[in-house]
């Protein structure tokens, strides 16, 4: 099932409409609008994300877990990391307006802020680098930064602990001389995740010049064009 079948209903109540409303706006009977919702048509997909201002890439997300291949990593079981704090997915805006980017950059911190309290030694043990990957304040500020730009990205750090323990190495990059935050490491590893509802995501981890260490630096949710 694609999200937009899902939670269409909840999406259309959470832009401030009824159902006559949008149906009225899709130029169809308000009866028909949970077939409507169920339409697999990319066209009229994209129609009503335009109608309900809200990523594309949002509504045809699949809400089915993905089968993870066994090349990659034995994964551990999905764990939801909505439960563990007060932040959820019904508390994100979808916008691209400055106050709403700025309500994601705050509700990330606020669920690193509780993720910090209910994991104090501030890491998870990653399946496929066989490695723990570390959360420093680092991580909570380029992630508070470049997530909140998108809905998707920032509904994908509500999945934290299965980020950082599923996702799968797929490069090494040098660090950024020239980027302030980078000086820390000596280079990045790029790894990804398939986050249930939401596709690929791309997690940053950098290793530390000084001990090896390796640090979450920046979880951001794929475009189309990005794979």
């Not at 979808?94 to 106050?99: A, H, I, L, Q, R």
């Not at 998108?150 to 190495?169: G, H, K, P």
Request: aromatic residues 10%.
């Amino acid at each position: 099932m694609i999200y937009l079948e899902e939670k269409g209903e909840y999406l259309i109540a959470m832009r401030g409409m009824t159902k006559a409303v949008f149906a009225e706006k899709m130029g169809i009977r308000k009866q028909n609008v949970k077939t409507l919702l169920k339409s697999k048509n990319l066209l009229t997909v994209r129609r009503i994300a335009k109608v309900l201002e809200i990523p594309f890439e949002t509504l045809i997300a699949s809400t089915e877990e993905p089968v993870i291949n066994e090349e990659h990593y034995e994964a551990e079981p999905f764990v939801s990391a909505y439960n563990i704090g007060e932040v959820t997915p019904l508390d994100i805006p979808v916008g691209d307006s400055v106050e709403e980017v700025y309500m994601r950059n705050q509700l990330i911190r606020s669920y690193y802020d509780i993720w910090r309290q209910n994991n104090p030694d501030q890491w998870r043990y990653n399946v496929n680098l066989r490695d723990y990957i570390n959360i420093k304040s680092v991580s909570i500020e380029e992630t508070a930064v470049h997530a909140s730009k998108r809905y998707l990205s920032t509904l994908a750090v509500l999945q934290l602990d299965a980020i950082l323990s599923n996702a799968w190495f797929i490069k090494k990059v040098p660090s950024k001389a020239t980027t302030k935050n980078q000086n820390l490491f000596e280079s990045f590893l790029i790894m990804q995740y398939n986050c249930p509802g939401i596709g690929p995501v791309k997690l940053m981890v950098g290793i530390k010049r000084s001990d090896k260490a390796k640090v979450q630096y920046c979880i951001t949710s794929l475009k189309s064009d990005e794979l």
